[in-house]
């Protein structure tokens, strides 16, 4: 008898783990599927839950230091040291990417910049209205450093634009 009872405890313990499969037939979204799942693309006019826009910071050296740096890291591999739209990737056959001394982007505002930075601007299935390819950054750079990056563009549009015959000839004993 009390054998008869331990096998059927055994039994009753061990009948919900013959009803499980992993999961494996379970209805998911998996990361190579389409997006089904995922919740609607917020549009671009719409600030996201909980997210606030950071202020432009003051405009400083090491802001432009910083900017600098990020854009050598983030950017210039599709937009060149200079903003010309002729980096690594464009040179070894990838889309080009448009010259930041255009005069569309150069007449952008600078906030216009910080959000293509967090967004991106192409479609990408987000349902975005941009026109290019590039994706968004904004996992990848934290707010202040998309400012700082900002700030750099406006710094490299300055000097593209800036001609020789402009500076003094203080200024042009100083370049190299």
């Not at 999961?23 to 609607?40: C, I, N």
């Not at 991106?120 to 400012?147: E, L, S």
């Amino acid at each position: 008898m009390r054998d008869r009872r331990r096998l059927l405890l055994a039994v009753l313990c061990l009948l919900p783990a013959a009803g499980c499969d992993d999961m494996r037939h379970q209805r998911k979204v998996l990361p190579w599927s389409d997006a089904r799942g995922d919740p609607p693309p917020v549009p671009p006019h719409v600030v996201a839950f909980e997210s606030r826009p950071e202020a432009a910071p003051p405009l400083s050296l090491a802001l432009l230091q910083r900017g600098q740096q990020r854009y050598r890291i983030f950017c210039a591999p599709c937009h060149g040291e200079t903003g010309d739209g002729r980096g690594m990737i464009v040179q070894r056959g990838f889309a080009p990417t448009p010259d930041l001394a255009d005069a569309r982007i150069v007449r952008a505002p600078t906030q216009r910049y910080v959000a293509v930075i967090a967004q991106g601007t192409g479609d990408q299935g987000r349902g975005n209205q941009g026109m290019g390819k590039m994706y968004g950054f904004a996992q990848r750079i934290p707010p202040a450093d998309r400012w700082a990056i900002a700030a750099y563009v406006r710094a490299l549009q300055a000097a593209r634009a800036t001609r020789l015959a402009d500076l003094s000839p203080a200024e042009r004993s100083r370049l190299p």
